[in-house]
């Protein structure tokens, strides 16, 4: 339990911070150590009102045959942030240090009750063929998830003292389906459906690429977590 907890409350760098147009929902974006000795790696956290919805949350794809896996070991290098209809956004790009160019950017919007965000990775020499193993994005709850997985999206759950919170994906197109299974007592992660053309591989396209959201929703009741037509149309 130390261990974990050590590892969820590793220092941050490179910070970036997109709250809600109220202010009260926020998203926390920046490079932490998982354990010391490891690799730093991309990693995010929600909070709604000071108090963590998600806590720390390791981001990253399995490319086919490259290490380490993009979202490690990674140097902020630009971010930009905007307003749109009723929502936040940020870009922020980062650079994998110790290869030949690869590059990962994050895409985030922020609105009252949600926070979306997607992998973007442009056109660069070391990754013109596109081969995605496997997603790993994380969901670290603050307190225990019960299903160990594989489920399917859309993946909801009541946390006590939070309220109810909503995983749902948007904007997959050629994108293979996403379950979630639980990698430990607190963290549910994405797992890709295996492309049965290609042995070890889920994704096969080219750069540039744009994967699809992965949405948070926060409600204080289970019925509060449907996707309205706004949100809908936010994350197209």
């Given at each position: 339990?130390?261990?974990?907890?050590?590892?969820?409350?590793?220092?941050?760098?490179?910070?970036?911070?997109?709250?809600?147009?109220?202010?009260?929902?926020?998203?926390?974006?920046?490079?932490?150590?998982?354990?010391?000795?490891?690799?730093?790696?991309?990693?995010?956290?929600?909070?709604?009102?000071?108090?963590?919805?998600?806590?720390?949350?390791?981001?990253?794809?399995?490319?086919?045959?490259?290490?380490?896996?993009?979202?490690?070991?990674?140097?902020?290098?630009?971010?930009?942030?905007?307003?749109?209809?009723?929502?936040?956004?940020?870009?922020?790009?980062?650079?994998?240090?110790?290869?030949?160019?690869?590059?990962?950017?994050?895409?985030?919007?922020?609105?009252?009750?949600?926070?979306a965000f997607r992998y973007v990775i442009p056109a660069t020499a070391a990754l013109d063929e596109l081969l995605i193993e496997d997603e790993l994005t994380e969901f670290s709850f603050v307190k225990n998830v019960e299903p160990k997985g594989p489920v399917e999206l859309p993946?909801?759950?009541?946390?006590?003292?939070?309220?109810?919170?909503?995983?749902?994906?948007?904007?997959?197109?050629?994108?293979?389906?996403?379950?979630?299974?639980r990698s430990d007592p607190t963290t549910m992660i994405t797992r890709l459906v295996q492309n049965d053309r290609i042995p070890r591989i889920?994704?096969?396209?080219?750069?540039?690429?744009?994967?699809?959201?992965?949405?948070?929703?926060?409600?204080?009741?289970?019925?509060?977590?449907?996707?309205?037509?706004?949100?809908?149309?936010?994350?197209?």
């Amino acid at each position: 339990c130390l261990l974990a907890l050590a590892a969820r409350c590793a220092p941050a760098q490179d910070e970036l911070r997109v709250p809600s147009p109220n202010g009260k929902l926020e998203f926390r974006l920046f490079v932490a150590q998982p354990q010391a000795g490891q690799l730093f790696h991309l990693a995010y956290q929600v909070q709604l009102g000071g108090a963590r919805v998600l806590d720390t949350s390791y981001l990253g794809l399995n490319i086919h045959d490259q290490e380490p896996m993009l979202g490690e070991n990674v140097a902020l290098t630009a971010s930009k942030r905007s307003q749109g209809a009723g929502y936040n956004s940020l870009t922020a790009q980062y650079l994998q240090n110790g290869t030949v160019g690869r590059r990962l950017n994050v895409e985030v919007r922020v609105w009252d009750r949600g926070v979306a965000f997607r992998y973007v990775i442009p056109a660069t020499a070391a990754l013109d063929e596109l081969l995605i193993e496997d997603e790993l994005t994380e969901f670290s709850f603050v307190k225990n998830v019960e299903p160990k997985g594989p489920v399917e999206l859309p993946f909801v759950v009541e946390q006590p003292g939070i309220g109810w919170v909503g995983i749902y994906e948007a904007g997959a197109g050629a994108y293979p389906r996403t379950n979630l299974v639980r990698s430990d007592p607190t963290t549910m992660i994405t797992r890709l459906v295996q492309n049965d053309r290609i042995p070890r591989i889920a994704y096969d396209g080219k750069t540039p690429f744009t994967g699809p959201w992965r949405i948070v929703i926060t409600a204080p009741d289970r019925e509060g977590l449907m996707l309205t037509a706004v949100e809908r149309e936010l994350v197209r």
